[in-house]
């Protein structure tokens, strides 16, 4: 099975989403999501400069082969353009590999772990009420697992609060906005607001929470002490990881499960985490973290310490990326939960799938391949549109983690 050409489509159906098309001598394509939020046109850049002219030709078979060559041939190795730029090669690969066998993607994998994959929802609000509201509005759409975030009283901007009803789409504007953060406002604020939702929904529902990388690891731990009554599902992103050994002293004072890695694009960048054991979910995907083939090593890794996948879902990651990641859940032994954040109506015309929820649990469909495609007559009618995600600033000016 031959590759006979490749393109970059770029879309934008209410935001920004790069698909990656490999074509082959048999008459088929696979397809892998290569969108990076903000830095998109950097991924599109790599692919058609850089991995495209050295695809023409090759057996679209080889998949780990064809790996290996952009891995190492790119000498400047890792990061999230590069290793984003290699994801969407290898999941259009594994979309053709699987068509060619006539198989959804899960059966090449090793077949199903389990009847379904798990998922948690957005519920956010502009207050500890609305919030509350929200997740009761989860909870009636089946969600048995549901992330609560909510604005910070005096904090302009607060992270994960949409806007309207399709949610939170951070990436607004051409140039990064900026919003300002106060963590001693968020460290009052946040165990009041699961003091709220456990009041009104209960002890039963998985309830998480994201961090977004804004505290300090003793400031984390201080939250992750408070947060222990409530018994979340996780924590996320309590603090930076670039520094993996922080969560040392996070870990030394907290039971609360921590989850981290929608950032990490290479299984270097949760090693340490994950070998001690410092993480409980890690949250690495197939869109940026080198796609299937790489994936399944972090995943491999993971097991061996008992940490369990809980893969990014985030709306900036494409429909192509969710199909493979359910393709993904279903078979990895150690599975946790996928995020779900649903994608608009405008956004999943463009990009038919076979997945479906149910209950609070998705499935990826059996259609052979990872069962998402893409109508490129209706991605042309969306030009891209150039955006990028906020900054963050302290009240005196400081640079800060959005
Ligand atoms: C968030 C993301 O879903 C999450 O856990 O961290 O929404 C993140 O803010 C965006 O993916 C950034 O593009
Ligand atoms: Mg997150």
Redesign the pocket.
Known sequence: MKITGARVIITCPGRNFVTLKIETDQGTYGIGDATL??RELAVAAYLEHHVIPNLIGRDAHRIEDIWQFLYRGAYWRRGPVTMTAIAAVDTALWDLKAKAAGLPLYQLLGGASREGVMVYG?ANGADIDSAVAEVGRYVEMGYKAI?VQAAIPGVKGS??VGRGKDG?E??ESALPYETVWSTPAYLDFAPKLFDAVREAHGPDIELLH?V?HRLTPIEAARLGRALEPHRLFWM??CTPAENQEAFRLVRQHTTTPLAVG?IFNSIHDCRTLIQEQLIDYI?ATVVHAGGITHLRQIAALAALYQVRTGS??????SPVCMGAALHFDLWVPNFGIQ?Y?RHTEATDAVFPHAYTFKDGYMHPGETPGHGVDIDEDLAARHPYDPKQ?PVARLADGTMWNW
């Open positions: 939020n903000g957005h992330r992270y994960g939170y951070p990436a994201d977004h996320e992103d929608e949250r990014h879902g985030a709306t900036d990651l995020e954040m995600l």
